[in-house]
């Protein structure tokens, strides 16, 4: 689906597209979870969207899309794996999926979000690992607001540009890895410093 086409999706369906396009990533949607995300910045740079609703609709498209994935993961399991097994091409995506589990733990959550296809199926196998749904959404939420806000302000900037701006970033998507990890980091020590202080004052 072209640039432009989802411009008229999302002209036709106002915020909702983004919602559901994003949304439906779960199922395989054609189209890069990247290049929706661009596009929904793009549209409020033109003044097709207002930002926040947009930017709000866009994050919850993202990580409603990724929990549903865990949810099924983790209730249904074997079945949903047995299931993507058999589909073409996604054997590959699931061994990639656990070497990073295997080697990064529940970093692998940061990290399955500069892979396509693997973002998806991350958080099945975590889910299916019995990750704790806390744990999974502190990881998860947190990166994916940093990676849609990532992502809608390359949107805002690249405007009808975004097919480059894709060819961009998956020259240099890797590379952007220090954003989350930077977040995260700082969200953490954040974390740890506020239960201090609230030790201390106890």
């Excluded at 106002?14 to 439906?24: K, P, V």
């Excluded at 983790?74 to 079945?79: H, K, N, V």
């Excluded at 939420?141 to 894709?166: C, K, N, P, R, S």
Aim: aromatic content about 14%.
């Amino acid at each position: 689906m072209s640039y432009d086409a989802l411009l008229d999706m999302i002209g036709q369906y106002g915020y909702a597209a983004l919602f559901f396009l994003l949304w439906l990533g779960i199922v395989g949607m054609p189209v890069p979870d990247e290049v929706i995300v661009m596009t929904g910045g793009a549209a409020t740079s033109s003044g097709l969207l207002h930002w926040l609703p947009a930017f709000l609709l866009t994050y919850l498209g993202v990580i409603s899309g990724l929990s549903l994935g865990y949810g099924l993961g983790r209730f249904i399991g074997t079945p949903i794996l047995n299931k993507l097994r058999k589909k073409k091409n996604m054997d590959k995506y699931l061994r990639t999926s656990e070497r990073l589990i295997d080697k990064y733990g529940s970093f692998a959550l940061v990290i399955s979000y500069f892979f396509p296809v693997v973002r998806h199926v991350v958080p099945y196998i975590v889910g299916f690992n019995q990750m704790t749904f806390r744990r999974y959404a502190l990881i998860s939420y947190t990166t994916g607001l940093i990676w849609t806000l990532l992502f809608f302000t390359v949107g805002q900037f690249a405007g009808g540009h975004v097919d480059e701006a894709m060819t961009m970033v998956h020259h240099y998507g890797l590379r952007l890895l220090w954003v989350p990890c930077v977040a995260l980091a700082a969200f953490a020590a954040a974390k740890f410093a506020l239960k201090l202080k609230r030790r201390g004052s106890a």
